[in-house]
């Protein structure tokens, strides 16, 4: 299960895999009743850009299989998308999809039990001063280097 850009988090551990691969993750994520978080963004983040940003979170419980399920929904949705529509890699693009997959997407993944919660954020770069966004940006980076050295 691969999207490009898309972050996988355990919302037990905190682990964060390299390779952004379902199935590269802790040992919590075969446990039940824990949760796999994956967050994205839109934008470019740039102070300069009048235009509004977002991170969404998608958090799904893996309880009664739901995480399997889950993942064979989006499996199957994965393998219609068009190779026009992903990179060298064969990773998705999200930018380059079009109503057609879009729609399918929310069809047969978003809206299929099991159920998906949703975390949005929306950021005003522009709003902010770059002073304050290049420390906040130095604080997070050393935060994920001490992350993946533990």
Known sequence: MQISGLRWWCAVCGFTPRKLALNRC??????????????DESGNFNTDNNQYNMFVAAHI?????????????????????PAN????????????????????FIKNVVFQKPEIR?????INPWKN?????????TFESLQIELSLEN
């Open 118 to 122: 949703f975390t949005y954020v929306s």
């Open 26 to 39: 802790c040992k919590h994520i075969e446990t039940e009743n824990t949760m796999l978080i994956a967050i």
């Open 61 to 81: 419980q893996n309880k009664d299989g739901n995480l399997e399920i889950k993942k064979k929904q989006f499996e199957s949705w994965e393998n219609k998308v």
């Open 129 to 137: 001063k770059k002073e304050l966004i290049n420390k906040h940006k």
């Open 85 to 104: 529509m992903r990179d060298r890699k064969g990773e998705i693009k999200g930018q380059l999809l079009g109503k057609v997959e879009l729609k399918n």
